[in-house]
């Protein structure tokens, strides 16, 4: 049983939504018969998850004490909520703050790759990689979930000759 903050009462745990969809594709084939072939493949994936935050903030009677106290403290008490769940007693000096947020990562992620024979002997490979995955964790602090991103772009060439009984790269 969950303390339902705005209903002010107890309430039933439920399942927490939850979404993942993944797609794609991919294709492929010779650009010029038995000479340059092309092969590109994009992969994405949306991922959605509500996530519980709990932590342990001061009440608002400890904040009022420390700021009478510090005023200097004022910008980092607006960065921390309330507790919104019942406090252990009407003393208490901290309570839990509960809240369910959203937990999101996706990528968008495509290769290509295109191979040229040369000669009978001889073939070039290009490889391009580009991808942009982005993630955000909550966070029970105001305005700090854990953001990351990251950014990959990647090319590479790749050169092979070789003879009958030998190969270079």
Same mark, same amino acid.
């Given at each position: 049983?969950?303390?339902? =903050?705005?209903?002010? $009462?107890?309430?039933?745990?439920?399942?927490?939504?939850?979404?993942?969809?993944?797609?794609?594709?991919?294709?492929?084939?010779?650009?010029?018969?038995?000479?340059?072939?092309?092969?590109?493949?994009?992969?994405?994936?949306?991922? $959605?998850?509500?996530?519980?935050? $709990?932590?342990?903030? %001061? *009440?608002?009677?400890?904040?009022?004490? &420390?700021?009478?106290?510090? =005023?200097?403290?004022?910008? /980092?008490?607006?960065? &921390?909520?309330?507790?919104?769940?019942?406090?252990?007693?009407? /003393?208490? #000096?901290?309570?839990?703050? !509960?809240?369910?947020?959203?937990?999101?990562?996706?990528?968008?992620?495509?290769?290509?790759?295109? !191979?040229?024979?040369?000669?009978?002997?001889?073939?070039?490979?290009? /490889?391009?990689?580009?991808?942009? %995955?982005?993630?955000? #964790? %909550?966070?029970?602090?105001?305005?700090? !979930?854990?953001?990351?991103?990251?950014? *990959?772009?990647?090319? *590479?060439?790749?050169? &092979?000759?070789?003879?009958?009984?030998?190969?270079?790269?």
């Amino acid at each position: 049983v969950r303390w339902n =903050p705005v209903k002010g $009462e107890p309430c039933l745990a439920t399942k927490v939504p939850f979404t993942y969809n993944q797609f794609g594709g991919s294709i492929g084939g010779p650009i010029k018969k038995n000479k340059i072939f092309l092969f590109g493949a994009y992969e994405g994936y949306r991922y $959605e998850l509500q996530k519980r935050v $709990e932590i342990t903030v %001061p *009440t608002q009677a400890t904040r009022t004490q &420390v700021l009478t106290a510090q =005023p200097i403290y004022a910008s /980092t008490f607006a960065l &921390v909520p309330l507790p919104n769940q019942p406090l252990a007693s009407p /003393t208490a #000096t901290t309570g839990l703050y !509960d809240q369910i947020a959203p937990a999101i990562n996706r990528d968008n992620h495509f290769d290509v790759k295109g !191979d040229i024979r040369l000669t009978d002997s001889s073939n070039l490979s290009l /490889t391009y990689t580009h991808a942009r %995955p982005y993630g955000q #964790t %909550p966070s029970g602090y105001i305005g700090n !979930d854990n953001i990351q991103y990251a950014y *990959t772009d990647r090319g *590479t060439a790749s050169y &092979v000759i070789g003879g009958a009984s030998w190969t270079s790269e």
